[in-house]
């Protein structure tokens, strides 16, 4: 079961015993005993919101297509 949250921070996570029990959002609260962290460049920071070194740092990325489409537009895209 994954539970995907867009538009939705990560803030933290709670433990009980040294066990992963939720991650805490901006939308609240996701009972939880894994938790897979996508920060991108800003996986470095998560990280340090739960107290682990991640050696995680930023690349810049290009997007080429062959044709317009409304979904890659430069407003669009975080890259």
């Known amino acids: 079961h994954v539970h995907v949250a ?3 921070a990560f803030t933290g996570i709670r433990t ?3 066990a ?3 991650v805490l959002t901006t939308a609240g609260r996701v ?4 938790l897979v962290l ?3 460049p800003s996986l470095r920071e998560l990280g340090r919101l739960i107290g682990a070194r991640i050696p ?3 690349v810049r ?5 062959t044709a317009a ?4 537009g430069a407003d669009q895209l975080p890259m």
């Open 69 to 72: 489409h409304p979904d890659l």
């Open 20 to 22: 992963l029990r939720e």
């Open 61 to 65: 990325h290009q997007v080429v297509t």
């Open 56 to 58: 995680s740092d930023g």
């Open 31 to 34: 009972a939880t005993d894994r």
């Open 6 to 8: 867009e538009r939705t």
């Open 38 to 40: 996508t920060g991108g």
């Open 16 to 18: 009980r015993g040294g």
